[in-house]
Each structure stands twice: as structure tokens, then as C-alpha cells.
């Protein structure tokens, strides 16, 4: 990463790549044909919508190494089987600018899409409108961004003041532009060579995400810690994780930045955990890759023995567990404001904490010097009332917030707090399942009020643990906060079952209010798999809701519907152990369910779980449901209950209490 010139100009003899419609356009730029000129073409000419799958699929994720990733740039960017972009055309390509229509970056938070542009000499991306986790992470690395009529003058030999690129972003944000990343940025603080932006946010109410982050303020004197929406902000960390999909980078980028000797802050709250990649061997397509996945392991384990963070390796080929589930029974405690490199993340906003995922350039930064830079978010408050039926699941109202305030864009980047009398009604796992499908509103992230339960149930997690110091840390919104997304009203009791449709967690679909059923809503849809686990799935309380179906099921004589694989993959260890001392195991064998060992894999298509075949349809507990992601099969978004009970009637069904003692169960 090199710092930008304060005036922006084209290099002579290098390059732009304008990413057509028209394949043929395309080709002839990259086989060195044509040069073309904006002028030359509409952006309506231009691809739209490139997602962060079609510039770095999963299998390039694999790689850590800058070159690879650059070689496989826009691998998934495919017509007809074959790459538009092939092997090595965008590194060898001698290009420094790429330019695209519409939402370039949109879907996964993947930083690799980015870094196979900047790692391939591209230092300026044009686009009409860039996806806002994409843009972050086009900044960190240096990516300079600008629209089609910056690329015009670009291009007429006129040459554009930095600032051009810097409006309209926060002050903190400007200075990273400004320093060319992250890293330069990061250096140049410690080096004393940036002047932060002074806060001067008068005294105000604050929600929980807000004072918070107030509160971790660096270099503010304590009486004087207000924030508001908008405040560029640098922040302590209090801890956070990577897992082997991501660590490898973490651990290059600190070497390259920092030297091999490089050191990390606090690691005794940083932790590394094998669970995401553990099992890629059962599915047959991932095999192929599973060398690299065994570099991304090595890697893993030479960066905790480097920084003897915490260390969350599997054993003997058993993972200890999905690092949000035992990030938030061993880690996250009320007031923390934890990092790491994963979208779910945000699931420790259970336990009273701020918390969401980053990409591995923020990460390293972060866990180097113990501080991040933040521009403090807008919040949206969902005051939740009554109870829940007994056959509706907080599942179930994260697919109805999805489908009423998040596809709408109500909760977009904004942190969803959720506060209100319903909250004690629900158990703490079920508080873990709202935070963690913040991620799937496209929101910040997710943040529950604490309670008694919640230091209940922390210090029955922790036992030994200062319980009174998590009460002092722990937030409450302030009388008069102020909520840019509005306070919501959710009636717990008026809610019912959900099935979220193939393609989007934010499509779903309430059963029919007049029988409960779901038939009249989707039609009789016959499943082939049912999958019951995954961060937002496969804790305790999940457990309950699968083993009260099986139970019942089996009670009345049934086992698994023919044809049905019933997957079941406990959160962590400590949850098989749950299940095993309750005779819950027992249960789920004799109805013909496959137990595998905790840990994930199957929403990014590395685990059992997986569909194989396009015509495979799958009813799933797991958070999301893009196209593709989980395998090339449908995937329908349910709650733990329609889950299980759609594994025993091999159709998708919603569950009402003793349903299997019934005959004919109705779906
Ligand atoms: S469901 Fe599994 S793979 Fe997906 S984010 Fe959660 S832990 Fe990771």
C-alpha cells in the first residue's frame, strides 16, 4: 500500500478494465485488442450487481497468499461454464483502474473480492454505487473509488484532487484514504504522525451500542465520553477471535507489517478456533482443496503459538466448538466491545456486548495496537412485549423482523437493540439467536438488554467469575436516547411460525393464522434434508426444541421420513455434552437422525449439511440462504421446531405440542 498523491492522476502505459455486459468487449480488452474510453460506452453497458462471490468464490478464500488471490481474480464471474475474467488476466493485465455499474461488492463481507483488485495493481475502482462492507474494505486496503464521470476527466488528462475521493466520508476515514490503508494509517498514528480529530459531542442520552462505545474512547477524559451517530471515534477492544478461514491472513499481514517478531495486545482475550473448515473432507467438491485448507490450519497454529492468544483447536479431528457459541459462554462479557473476522460475530450482543465482525486487514490492525477506528452507528430499537407461543421460536421473529423492517432497509447498518419486558421471556440462547441474525438484517449489529438471567446464566457459564464487576459494566439505553431507525413494538405472543423462501433470509412467510399450517402459504414442498445446527442453531435451547419433536415423534412410534437425512450438529462441545447427559442422544438415534461432531461448515458449503444436486431441497436452521451457498440445492430458512418436524414428515411442516400423537398430522 502506497500513499495516494494529493492530486490523482492516470499512470502512462497502464491500464483500465472496464467489466462489460458484452462478453466479447471483455475479451478483447483482456486478450490486449482494445483500450476503450467512457465516452465510449453507457454505464448501462457496464456489469451491475457483481457480487463478492463471483470476484473470490470460497475455494479462493482458501488462499492466503496475495499472488494466488490475484491470480483467481473474478474466478466466479462465469458465462457458460467459463471464466469471463481467466486465470491471471487481471494480474498480468497491466491495469490500475476497474470499472463496473451498479453495487459493485454486493453479498458476503468477504475481503478477499477486494484484495484480488488490489492485489492485482488496481488502484482506483469506478463504479455508479459500491456495497458498503465492499467499500470499507476497498479503504482499508488502499483501493481509492470514484464514479464514472471522475473516470471521464481521468481519462481527458485531468488530474483530481485527493480530497475528490475523501468527500463525504468521516474525519477518520478521510485519514485512512489519506495514508493509502489501514496499515500506513495505523503506523502513522502510533507514530505520532496523525492527529485525531477532536470529539466535542456534548453530553446526551445514549442508546446501548453508544455508550458502549463511549465508554472505550482512547484519549478521552472519562467525564467527557458522549457520542452520536456520525462521531468518527478510536476505540479500545476488549478481545475478539479468528477462525482458520481467516487467521492465515491475519497472521501474514502482521508479519509483513510489523516484522516476524510482531506482538499482539491482550492476548489471553483473543482466541483462535478450528471450526468452519473442520469438516470440508465430507463434501466431495471441497476435496480437491483440502491441501490448502491444511496451509490454512498450519498457519492457525503458528499464529497462536506466535501470540499466545487463546486456543480453540480441534482435537483428534473434533472441533471444541463454532467460536460464537463459545466466544458467548466463555469470552464476551456486558460491555465489551469484542472484534473478530466473521459476519455472526454480532451473536455476543446477547450477553450485553457490542460486537461485530471485520475483515482480516481490521482484525491484524486491531489485535496489533488494542484499538480500532469506528464511526459511531445509528441504532433501531425493537421493544419486545408478551410471550412467545409454544410452537414459535426467536427464530421465527428474526424471519418476521427480516421480512418487515430489515427488507425495507429500516435496520440497515444500523445496530438493532432489543429491550422491553418480552426480553425476560426469552432465554438467553434464544436472546443469541436475535443478535446473531443481525447480520442477516444487513444491521451493524445486535445488542439484548441484560437482565437477571443474564448474569444468572453468565455466572453459570463462568463459574468463579466476577459477576458483580459484569453488572457494573453492563448497558441500559438512557431515558430519551435517540433511535434513527424508531422504536418498534413486537407483540411476542401475536407472532407465528416462519419459513424464509430459497434465496433470501429477508423472503419470509408467516404460516396460514387459520390452522397454523404452512401448505396453503408454500404448497406441499417434500424435503431431502433437514439440518439442525450452526452458530444461530446449535446451542442449548435448540437442543430442547429438536429433542421435544423427536421425542414426541418417536413416543408415538416414527422415525426420520423416508428419504430424509435429519442432520444434527451440536454448537460446541459443551452442548454434545448437554445432550449426551440428558439422554437427548438416545432419543435422536432412535429416530434416525445423524449426530456430527459440533462445529459448522454447511452454510458456506464446507460441512455435512450440504445439498449435492439442484433438485435437492433443504429445510435448515442455519441463518441464511443465498443462492448456491449451501450447496446448488433450495435451502429453506426454519425455526428448530418446523426443522424437526419436518424431518419426520418429509415435508415442510410447521410444529404445534403433540402433533405426532395426532393422525393425519397436518403440514
Ligand atoms: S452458520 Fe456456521 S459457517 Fe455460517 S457463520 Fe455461523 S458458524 Fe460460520
Request: net charge negative.
Amino acid at each position: 500500500m502506497s500513499r495516494p498523491p494529493a492530486i490523482v492522476r492516470l499512470t502512462p502505459g497502464k491500464r483500465i478494465l472496464f467489466l462489460t455486459k458484452e462478453p466479447e468487449l471483455l475479451r478483447r480488452q483482456l486478450a490486449g485488442e482494445l483500450d476503450l474510453r467512457m465516452e465510449d460506452l453507457a454505464v448501462d453497458d457496464l456489469l451491475d450487481d457483481i457480487n463478492t462471490d463471483a470476484m473470490t468464490p470460497a475455494w479462493v478464500c482458501f488462499d492466503w497468499d496475495p499472488n494466488e488471490i490475484a491470480k483467481n481474480a473474478y474466478a466466479g464471474l462465469v458465462v457458460d461454464g467459463q471464466r469471463l475474467i481467466p486465470e491471471r488476466a487481471l494480474l498480468d493485465g497491466n491495469f490500475e483502474v476497474i470499472v463496473s455499474g451498479l453495487r459493485k461488492g454486493v453479498g458476503s463481507s468477504r475481503e478477499t473480492a477486494a484484495q484480488c483488485e488490489a492485489y492485482s495493481g488496481i488502484r482506483i475502482a469506478i463504479a455508479a454505487s459500491f456495497a458498503p462492507i465492499h467499500a470499507r474494505n476497498n479503504i482499508n486496503l488502499g483501493t481509492l473509488m470514484g464514479d464514472h464521470e471522475v473516470l471521464r476527466r481521468l481519462q481527458a488528462g485531468e488530474g483530481i484532487p485527493l480530497a475528490e475521493f475523501t468527500r463525504g466520508y468521516d474525519a477518520i476515514t478521510r485519514q485512512v484514504i489519506e495514508w493509502g490503508g489501514l496499515f500506513p494509517y495505523s503506523k502513522a498514528l502510533a507514530e505520532g504522525k496523525v492527529a485525531l480529530p477532536q470529539l466535542s459531542t456534548p453530553p446526551r442520552p445514549m442508546t446501548m451500542a453508544e455508550k458502549i462505545l463511549a465508554r472505550h474512547l482512547v484519549g478521552v477524559e472519562a467525564g467527557e465520553r458522549h457520542v452520536q451517530p456520525g462521531d468518527p471515534v478510536v476505540v479500545r477492544v476488549d478481545g475478539g477471535y479468528s477462525h482458520e478461514f481467516t487467521t492465515a491472513q491475519v497472521h501474514a499481514f502482521l508479519a509483513e507489517e510489523h516484522g516476524p517478531d510482531y506482538t499482539v495486545q491482550n492476548p489471553e482475550r483473543f482466541a483462535v478456533f478450528e471450526d468452519h473448515l473442520i469438516y470440508a473432507d465430507e463434501v466431495a467438491r471441497m476435496r480437491p482443496h483440502l491441501p490448502k485448507i491444511e496451509v490454512l490450519r498450519e498457519m492457525q497454529r503458528k499464529f497462536q503459538e506466535h501470540t499466545g492468544v487463546r486456543d480453540f483447536s480441534a482435537e483428534n479431528g473434533v472441533s471444541p466448538g463454532i467460536c460464537h457459541e463459545v466466544a458467548r459462554e466463555q469470552m464476551v462479557e456486558p460491555g465489551d466491545f469484542i472484534q473478530a473476522t466473521d459476519s455472526h460475530t454480532c451473536m455476543g450482543g446477547a450477553n450485553n456486548a457490542l460486537t461485530w465482525g471485520v475483515g482480516a486487514t481490521e482484525y491484524a490492525a486491531l489485535i496489533q495496537s488494542g484499538f480500532t477506528m469506528v464511526e459511531v452507528p445509528e441504532s433501531i430499537r425493537f421493544e419486545l412485549s408478551g410471550r412467545l407461543p409454544p410452537n414459535v421460536t426467536a427464530k421465527d421473529l428474526m424471519l418476521h423482523i427480516l421480512l418487515r423492517y430489515a427488507r425495507p432497509q429500516q435496520t440497515l447498518n444500523r445496530v438493532m437493540e432489543f429491550t422491553g419486558p418480552g426480553v425476560s421471556t426469552l432465554s438467553m440462547d434464544e436472546r443469541a439467536t436475535l443478535a446473531n441474525m443481525a447480520t442477516e438484517c444487513t444491521a451493524r449489529s445486535g445488542i439484548v438488554l441484560a437482565d437477571e438471567e443474564t448474569f444468572k446464566w453468565l455466572a453459570a457459564w463462568r463459574p468463579g467469575a466476577d459477576v458483580a464487576r459484569m453488572r457494573a459494566r453492563a448497558v441500559a439505553p438512557d431515558d430519551g436516547a435517540e433511535y434513527a431507525g424508531g422504536v418498534h413494538a413486537i407483540d411476542l405472543s401475536a407472532l407465528e411460525p416462519m419459513v424464509a423462501d430459497p434465496g433470501d433470509p429477508d423472503r419470509g412467510i408467516p404460516s396460514d393464522p387459520t390452522n397454523g399450517a404452512f401448505v396453503s402459504q408454500i404448497g406441499d414442498v417434500r424435503i431431502d434434508i433437514a439440518y439442525a445446527g450452526s452458530c444461530t442453531a446449535g446451542k442449548i435451547d435448540d437442543m430442547l426444541f429438536y429433542h421435544q419433536v423427536a421425542k414426541e415423534a418417536v413416543d408415538a412410534g416414527l422415525r426420520v421420513a423416508p428419504g430424509v437425512e435429519f442432520i444434527l450438529q451440536c454448537g460446541s462441545a459443551a452442548v454434545e455434552r448437554f445432550i449426551r447427559e440428558h439422554g437427548f442422544y438416545e432419543t435422536f438415534r432412535q429416530a434416525g437422525a445423524r449426530i456430527i461432531p459440533p462445529g459448522c461448515g454447511a452454510c458456506i458449503g464446507c460441512g455435512p449439511g450440504v445439498s449435492d444436486t439442484a433438485d435437492q431441497v433443504t429445510v435448515s436452521a442455519i441463518n441464511r440462504n443465498y443462492k448456491g451457498r449451501s450447496g446448488p440445492g433450495k435451502l429453506w430458512l426454519a425455526s428448530p421446531l418446523t426443522v424437526a418436524a419436518s424431518a419426520f414428515t418429509g415435508r415442510i411442516t410447521a410444529y404445534t405440542p403433540g402433533m405426532f400423537a395426532r393422525r393425519p398430522v397436518a403440514v
